[in-house]
């Protein structure tokens, strides 16, 4: 959250840690990635996106959630 956005992504989980995101465009395109988070909370700052629909892709051990 929050969506839409105003160039800060607050991504939480509640159940276990996050271990990668990656942020893709409709295409395909990764825009962002980040490994090696281990933790349950990240915060993606002035990622200065234009209007669209992206993908936020959460990898939580092996778990991947689809945003």
């Known amino acids: 959250f929050p969506n839409p956005t105003t160039g800060t992504i607050n991504i ?3 159940d276990q840690l996050i271990q990668s995101i990656e942020l893709l465009t ?3 395109q ?3 990635s980040e490994s ?3 933790s349950t909370t990240k915060n993606l700052n002035d ?3 234009m209007k669209g629909v992206y ?3 959460i990898n939580k051990y092996n778990i991947y959630e689809i945003q």
């Open 12 to 14: 939480q989980s509640t």
């Open 26 to 28: 409709l295409d395909g």
């Open 30 to 32: 990764s825009i962002f």
């Open 36 to 38: 090696a988070i281990n």
């Open 47 to 49: 990622l200065s996106l």
């Open 55 to 57: 993908f936020l892709i």
